[in-house]
C-alpha cells in the first residue's frame, strides 16, 4: 500500500479525462470485444464445427438425394452454408451483449464518459472481424470438397463480402434480443426460433421451388433467401443487378432499422 | 458549510407499482464517507443508480459536486468512480488490461494510463497478477481489481455499492483498508452495505434507509446513542425462558428479543447488571449466557426495526409492496447482516 502522504502528493497532478469519442471509444470496445473472442477459441472453434458439419453433410449424406438443375450440388450449396453460417453466428452479439448487462459490465461501461453507442459499434465491428475469420475457413473447407466457383475471383469476392455485410447487420438485429432478454439463457432461447425458419425456410439447402406453395412466398422474399440468391449468382452462374440491389436493399434495411432501436435501448436499459 | 460533494434531495423512484424510493435526502460534505445502510431492496442500490447517472429519478434532485446529475450526465460520469457489488471487470481481460479498457475510455493519455495502472497494481497488491486473466482470480482479488478500475481516472467521487458481500472476512478487512487509504487521500465516498460493522468503521455519517425511505441518520457514535451506553445480552435455551425475563427486566431499560436472545439497552452498565442479576436470580432463571458489551449498530438497527415485531404481522412478500413502511421482516434481515 501506498503511504497516503504519496498518493496526496500524486493527487496533485492533472487528470486528464476527456470526453466521448465515439469512433475512438468504438475501437477500443472492439478491442476489448476481440480480446474475449481470442480468449474463448473454444466459442470460435464451436461456432465453425458446426457449419463445416453441415458441409460435410450435405455434400455426402443428403447430396445425393438433392438434385438441383443444371449445377453441382456443392456449388449450389456453399452460398447457403456462408449464410447459415454467419446467421447462427450473429447469436453471439446478442448473447454477449447480454451477458455484459448480467455480469455488470454494462453499469461500468455507462458510469463511464464514454460515447453511449460505443459498446453496441464496438460489439458489432468485433463480431464482423470474427466473422471474416469464419467465412475464410468455411471457403477453404468448401474448395477441399469440390466448390469450385464459375465466377471471377473478383466476383466471389464480392458475394463474400456480402455475407459479410449481411452478418453485419443481422449483429444489430440481435444485439436488439439481447439488450431485451437481458440474459444469456433468454436471449439464445429467443434467438433459435428467429433463425430457424430463416434459415431452412429458404433456398441456403433446397431449392425454393420444392417447398408447398404458401411456404414459397415468404421463402424466397425472406431475407436469407435473397442474400443467399445473390451470392449464389455472384460465386456461380452469375447474378442479375436486381438480385444484388435486393441483397443490399435488406442488409441496409436492417441496420437502418435495428441499429437506432438498439442505441435508444442501449440508453434506456436498465 | 461548502456545498456537499453528494447530494441527494427528495429523489422518488417507482418501478411500476413498486415505490422504490419515496422520498429519500442525503448529503455528503467533501472528503467524506456516508454509508448508506440497509437490506436489499431498501433502495440503497437505485439512490446510489441515480446518483451515478445510470436510472433516472422519477422526481427530486440529484446533484454530485455542485451539478445535477442528470443536467450533465457526462460532466458527472467524468469526475466519478463506481465499484459495483458484482465486481463488474472483463473476466476475460487481465487485471491490467481491464485498467487500460477504462483509462482508454476515460480518455486518458496512454502515458497517464500506464502511469496509474503501475500505481493501483502496486496499490492493491496485484502486481504479480497483472497479466492472469481475471476470471482466475480469487473472490477477493476481483474486488480490488474491481476498486482499482474505478479509480483509473481518478475521480474525486467514488459510490461503492456494497463493496464487500460474499467476501471472507479476512478480504473484507483487507479492503476496508483500502478504502480508508482512498479516505485520507480526499476522495468523497458514497457506500452502500447491509453489514453494520462496514458502516460503523467506514462511515462519517449513516443513512439507515429502509423500504426507499430514510429510517434514521446520524454518526455511529450518535446512532448508537439513542440506545443508552451499554447492551446487556442474556441468553437462554429457550424462547420462554426469553419471555419471563423481559417481564424480570422490562424495568431496569429497553429490551429487544431476537429468538433465544434478549438485549438490555441501559446506561449504568455495572449496576444494571448487578440488578439484572439480582431479577433473574430471584425469578429462579438460568439464562446460558450473561454479557456486557458496548452497543453495535446491530443493536441500532435491532432497535429502529424492533417496532416492526409488535405490529400485525404483514405480509412475507417484502418488495412488492409498497405500503409497509414498518416490517417485521427487518428484525431478521438485521441480523442476517451480522
Redesign the interface.
Known sequence: ??A?SA??A??ASV???????WF??AL?IAW?NV??IR??PELLVFSTIQPVIFVLMFTYVFGGAIKVPGVRYIDYLMPGIFVQTVVFGSLTTGVGLAEDLQ???I????????ARS?VLVGRTFADLLRNVFVVALMAVVGYLVGWRPDQSALSVLAGLGLVLAFSYSLSWLFANVGLYARNSETAQAISFPIMAPLVFASSAFVPVATMPAWLQTFAEHQPVSVVVDAVRGLTYGGATTQEVLAAVAWIVGIVAVCAPIAVRKYRQV? | MPAPAILAEDLVKTFGDVEALKGVSFGAPTGTVLGLLGPNGAGKTTALRIL????RPDRGRAEVLGVDVTVDP?GT??????A??????????SGR?NLR??G??????SA?IKRRSD?LL??F?LTRAENR?VRTYSGGMRRRIDLA??LV??PPVL?LDEPTTGLDPRSRTDLW??IE?LV???TTVLLTTQYLEEADRLADRIVVIDHGAVIAEGTATELKGRLGNTVIEVGFGDAAGVARATEQLARLGAISTDGHQLRLSVTNGAAAMLAAVRALDAADLQPLTLALREPTLDDVFLSLTGHAAEEPTPSEDDDASPTGTRRGRRTKTGMAST
Open positions: 500500500m501506498t497516503p498518493t496526496i500524486a493527487r487528470v486528464h479525462v476527456g470526453r466521448p469519442r475512438g471509444d477500443t476489448r480480446l474475449n480468449r474463448n455480469t455488470g459490465l453499469d461500468r461501461f455507462r458510469s463511464l464518459p464514454m460505443a436498465v | 451515478t447517472t445510470l436510472l457526462v460520469r467524468m469526475s466519478i468512480g463506481l459495483g457489488q458484482n465486481a463488474a471487470v472483463d473476466a476475460n481481460l488490461e479498457l477504462v482508454r475510455l476515460t480518455h486518458l493519455p497517464e500505481a502496486e496499490q497488491d486473466l478500475a474505478a481516472h481518478r459510490f483498508g483500502t487509504d485520507a487521500d480526499g
